[in-house]
Every structure is written in C-alpha cells, then in structure tokens.
C-alpha cells in the first residue's frame, strides 16, 4: 500500500491512527479494532497484512498510553510482568497461526473476539482494587496473558479486548487500573508480534508509522479522559463500538462471498 501514489490512502491511514489512539487511550487497547478494518476494508489492504500493520502501528500507541495512565498511578506492573510473560510467548503462536489460517476464518475470529468482549461489558461488574498475588494468580495471570498473545499475533490488536474484561471481572481489579496494565502489557506483545510479521513480510512499517504517529497524541487525551470517566459509562461506550466494528465485518465478509460483475461474466463464457 505505498502512499506515493495516494494521499487518499495516506489521509486515511492518518483518521485510522487518530481514532485508534483515542481508543486505546479510553479503554487500555492497542487499536487494532479499528486499525485492521479501516486498513482492510477502506484502504483496501489485504488482510493478513492489515492485522501484522496494526499490530506494529499499535506499539507508540501503547506507549504513549502507558504514559499517561503511569503519570496517574494507574498501572499495576506486578501483574503486569505475569502477563507479559505469557503475551510473549502467546504473540510467537499468533504470528505463526497468521501465515496459514484462511482470511475468511480470520474475520470470523475477530468477530466472535469482539462480540464476546462486548457482551461481557455490559454485563458489568463491581471491582475492588489491585490483585494480592499468590502462585495460582501468577499462573492465572501467564494463562491470560498466553491468550491474548495469541490472539495479538493473529487478529493484529494489542490484546486489551482481553486483558482488560479478564483484570475487571477475574481478577476483580479497577477498571482504570486493569486499562493502565493492560497498554503496559500491549507494548513488548506488539514489539515481539512485529519482529515477527516483519520477518515474514505480514507488516508494512511506513504505513504503520503513519497510523502510529496519528494515535499518539489522541492517546494522551484518551488517557486522561480515562482517568475521569465513569466506569459504567466507559464500558458502554466500549461495548457499543465493538458491536459497531463486528457488524462492519460481518459485512465485509458478505460482500466478499458476493459474485462480482466479472465473475458472472466469466462464468457465463464458461
């Protein structure tokens, strides 16, 4: 998808980057949610690539996330730690699953992924504080973090859809503070997916240097709007988004298996 033949595309990839780092900001996700679709779907960038880009474009995302939500003592590194432990290894599952599953299966994973996040947002629960760790939290907090490697490497999000319901609902941790752990987490998963996509050419970097440099800045704003929101109103906001984003794919995926012009023109030469 090189830009120097279209500035459409540059324009696009730039609304992408924006969005996606006021959502990450808001919610502790890296913004593949938005990042992927608007790559596939209005860049019109194939799919395995688009989910190997937004993992990349979802690193300095991540990171100014982290920031903010550190600067108001909303991250819990010690949970943090256990997870990554498990993200890292999960996002080398991921990137290999990547390169063999079939687009259509890709879509319906990502789907299934984000309907089930919202769903369990608006189901809603009380949180308390910050998790007391033992070792069977540890392991709790590897095997999550495992999944969502996994899924970070394959559907190219960071993995906050989740780690974050996961910390809120399992782990009966603050909203804000599960968010703030969550990007902790986003930033070695989507450094480790990356060097992986990139070495298998899933990932063009230019295009997720634009999104990235784009999401940057509405990060912060998203981070400290974060810290103010309520947890009910934020969640949602969230839940209605995913069921946003899940309808615009299941579309896609319609129109995909929609014979185009050509087609019926071929088939009837045949």
Do not use: C
Not at 101 to 123: D, E, M
Request: charged share 10%; net charge positive.
């Amino acid at each position: 998808m090189p830009f120097s033949d279209s500035s459409v595309r540059f324009h696009q990839a730039a609304i992408a980057g924006a969005a996606a780092g006021l959502l990450g900001g808001l919610f502790g996700v890296g913004g593949g949610l938005i990042i992927v679709p608007a790559l596939a779907s209005f860049a019109k960038m194939e799919r395995r690539l688009a989910h190997g880009t937004s993992l990349a474009a979802t690193l300095p995302i991540a990171v100014a996330s982290l920031i903010t939500y550190q600067s108001h003592g909303n991250v819990d590194w010690a949970v943090a730690v256990f997870l990554a432990i498990g993200a890292i290894a999960g996002a080398v599952l991921g990137t290999h699953l990547l390169r063999i599953i079939p687009k259509r299966l890709l879509i319906i994973v990502f789907v299934i992924t984000v309907l089930a996040t919202a769903t369990r947002l608006l189901l809603g629960s009380e949180s308390g504080g910050r998790v007391e760790l033992t070792v069977a939290m540890a392991l709790l907090l590897v095997a999550i973090g495992f999944v969502t490697g996994t899924l970070a490497g394959l559907l190219g999000i960071g993995g906050g859809v989740i780690m974050v319901p996961s910390m809120v609902v399992l782990l009966d941790m603050m909203p804000v503070v599960a968010k703030g752990t969550s990007v902790a987490v986003i930033v070695p998963t989507s450094i480790m997916g990356t060097i992986r996509n990139r070495r298998h050419a899933n990932a063009d970097i230019r295009v997720a240097a634009v999104v990235g440099a784009f999401g940057v800045v509405t990060a912060v704003i998203g981070g400290t709007i974060s810290d103010r929101l309520s947890p009910t109103v934020a969640n949602a906001m969230f839940a209605a988004l995913l069921v946003f984003v899940a309808v615009t794919q299941l579309l896609s995926l319609r129109s995909e298996e929609a014979p185009t012009p050509a087609d019926t023109t071929a088939s009837r030469a045949d």
